[in-house]
């Protein structure tokens, strides 16, 4: 796997509980510069098409075919094609270049392949048959990429709903004012009954709209993927058969819309709701927005300050390339962000820290042991935000290959109280130390308590666009 290193890069700063962590921004990098020095390079193009004729296209350098270490390729691109795939979403790769890269990657995403979560999961966003194309990098497509503006509507009596793994947060909002927020727990992971999760939403939805003299509109941020509204593909409804997810859970936001009348709703993914907060409170651009809440999400504003219909669905993204890491049960993984920056990261850090939790405690439960036990001054409980604060300084250097960033929005569960300002902490000093141009280009932001909290419901709430307002 790492053949042509003669160690493995170590990171300066090692998290505290985890010193088997590998960052991959690191070993990307010795690797394109074992390439360059070798002097046996080739160029690898990727193109990623996705809904309506949209392609992003990536282009880096492998080991010639005919190289002694071309045998690192694989590895070093697999890595990349999953990286970009979760950050941009595809249908359709068209990798250009060597062959037999080529038909590594088909293979890997093939029916019985090691990714062929990945190929069934795309193929199910974006309704077409997953495939893998291999060609020349002459023939790779450039880059034609879609933005849109969509938030930063304040005017008129709005409802802001945020859906997440373990709570839901809803705000009442008039002309950008927040009249009301109000976050409580459920468990929609846990349920396979589809009128529990519409139940839930209606009457969090309910509650609001009686601090408002009306309703004009309704936005929600959720964690998933959403196209036109529709639930394309969500762990909050994991649970839920296949024949009652098409029949309930696909088109409730729709049902929902019809049930108030059909005034304009918009529906969004959390992490994209996080990046059109953070910009609107900073009234910039290229804004990089992390939930670390159930799982992680992520999101992008770029540098019109528009969302890019991209998926940014970082929970998928390999972010340690420690291949004993541990395994994301969702897709099958090793080293997923999910695993690394939400209250999964908390629970898996939790042993080595030496804190155990009663077996019947739910995820959120045991987040907030730890959080109390931070309150109380334990060291150990520090020892877990400090280790993530590692993790999230080393990967925020990996989102900057793929990302052009201003600004990182951290929000969340995770982030709240002082867990979240260790976290920040920590991040910061890993930029400073190892990554000082990335340090002095990217400025991370920890909202205040309550925006991190219920900022994204209230962000939520100015998506839709109202007429005759």
């Not at 990307?28 to 296209?57: C, M, W, Y």
């Not at 696909?250 to 709703?265: A, N, R, V, W």
């Not at 939790?350 to 334990?378: C, D, M, Y």
Request: hydrophobic share 40%; with cysteine.
């Amino acid at each position: 796997m790492i053949r042509w290193l003669k160690e493995i890069p170590t990171p300066e700063i090692f998290p505290t509980l985890d010193k088997s962590f590998r960052p991959p921004v690191l070993e990307n990098r010795a690797f394109r510069e074992a390439v360059i020095q070798s002097g046996q390079g080739a160029p690898l193009k990727i193109a990623l098409e996705r809904d309506d004729g949209k392609i992003s296209t990536y282009e880096t350098v492998v080991f010639d075919e005919k190289a002694d270490m071309a045998a690192a390729n694989y590895f070093y691109v697999e890595r990349l094609v999953k990286t970009l795939l979760w950050s941009r979403g595809a249908w359709k790769i068209i990798l250009g270049g060597a062959e037999s890269i080529g038909n590594y990657i088909k293979t890997a995403y093939s029916a019985d392949g090691l990714r062929a979560f990945d190929a069934n999961f795309m193929s199910k966003i974006y309704e077409k048959t997953f495939t893998v194309e291999v060609t020349s990098a002459d023939n790779v497509p450039a880059s034609r990429e879609e933005s849109a503006p969509m938030g930063g509507n304040l005017a008129g009596c709005r409802i802001g709903f945020d859906a997440g793994g373990s709570d839901m947060k809803v705000s009442a909002v008039i002309d950008g004012e927040a009249e009301f927020s109000e976050e409580k727990e459920w468990n929609p992971k846990e349920s396979d009954n589809p009128d529990y999760h519409y139940r839930k939403i209606m009457e969090a939805l309910q509650i609001a709209a009686g601090h408002l003299p009306r309703v004009d509109a309704i936005g929600v941020s959720s964690a998933g993927i959403y196209i036109k509204n529709r639930v394309m593909a969500a762990s909050l409804f994991i649970k839920v058969p296949a024949d009652l997810f098409a029949k309930k859970i696909k088109d409730i936001y729709l049902k929902i819309q019809e049930e108030f009348g059909g005034l304009p709703l918009v529906v969004a993914n959390d992490g994209d709701v996080t990046a059109l907060a953070g910009s609107m409170e900073l009234n910039d651009t290229n804004v990089l927005g992390i939930a670390m809440g159930t799982s992680e999400a992520g999101g992008y504003v770029d540098d019109k300050g528009y969302i890019t219909g991209w998926l940014n669905e970082l929970a998928f993204m390999p972010v340690d390339y420690n291949p004993a890491a541990m395994i994301d049960e969702w897709s099958g993984d090793f080293g997923c962000g999910v695993k690394y920056f939400s209250q999964d990261a908390v629970i898996k850090l939790a042993p080595a820290a030496g804190i155990s939790f009663k077996e019947e405690s739910t995820p959120a439960q045991k987040l907030q042991q730890v959080q109390e036990l931070l309150v109380r001054g334990n060291e150990e409980a520090k020892k877990i935000f400090e280790t993530i604060g590692c993790y999230l300084g080393y990967t925020l250097a990996l989102y900057a290959d793929i990302y052009k960033i201003k600004h990182v929005l951290l929000l969340g569960r995770v982030t709240s109280g002082n867990g979240g300002n260790i976290i920040y902490q920590v991040a910061e000093d890993v930029l400073k130390r190892e990554f000082p141009d990335l340090e002095s280009r990217i400025k991370i932001h920890l909202p205040d308590e309550s925006t991190r909290r219920v900022g994204q419901s209230i962000a939520a709430a100015s998506l839709p666009e109202i007429e005759n307002i």
